[in-house]
């Protein structure tokens, strides 16, 4: 598997409309490094190579074959040759040299709260949630079947409990 790495892509506004065939309301972005054009960009890669943006974290975020299917702004993309399914890549973190699953972000209700009994924390986490005074806080905890372990909510819960995202690393393949 060759990997082309086609560096970081920003929004940027224009000072003149470089194509006046497209629609005005058109959004630019250029890549970081030399600050070619995305459009301009587009016409010099071939279709038959899969085409991925990644995040900040390096989190496939998008695949496609055809490139046009793509829009990379504040992403990072690369270009993957390999016979392949390009879906295959989505939600894989790239780490330089190749993917591997990504981080569990999210677990359903009954893995969280199996996870809480394994590290000895299921009932503080129950008193937790009934001590929450925000009603829509506390609802969420204690009724979303798909807790999200980076939301700002669960973050503070687990800093209360005196836990950490490692509790649920490798709960379940992503």
């Known amino acids: 598997m060759e990997i082309i790495d086609h560096g970081e892509w920003v929004l940027y506004e224009p000072d003149q409309h470089p194509f006046p065939h497209l629609n005005q309301r058109v959004i630019f972005c250029k890549r970081v490094a030399d600050g070619v054009d995305w459009y301009v960009f587009q016409r010099t890669i071939k279709n ?31 270009e993957v040759v390999a016979d392949i399914d390009h879906e295959t890549l989505r939600q894989k973190i790239y780490d330089g040299k190749g993917f591997k699953p990504a981080r569990l972000r999210s677990l359903n209700r ?15 986490w129950k008193e937790y949630v009934a001590s929450v005074t925000d009603i829509p806080t506390q609802i969420a905890l204690e009724h979303d079947l798909m807790l999200h372990v980076e939301s700002p909510h669960m973050q503070a819960a687990l800093r209360g409990l005196g836990l950490t995202n490692k509790l649920f690393d490798g709960t379940k393949e992503p």
Do not use: C, Y
């Not at 496609?64 to 829009?71: E, G, K, M, T, V």
């Not at 009954?110 to 503080?124: R, S, V």
């Open 48 to 78: 038959s190579n899969i085409k991925l943006t990644l995040d900040k974290e390096n989190t496939v975020q998008a695949t496609a074959r055809d490139i046009s299917l793509l829009f990379p702004a504040d992403m990072r993309m690369l």
């Open 110 to 124: 009954t893995e969280f709260l199996t996870a809480l009994h394994h590290a000895g924390k299921l009932q503080q």
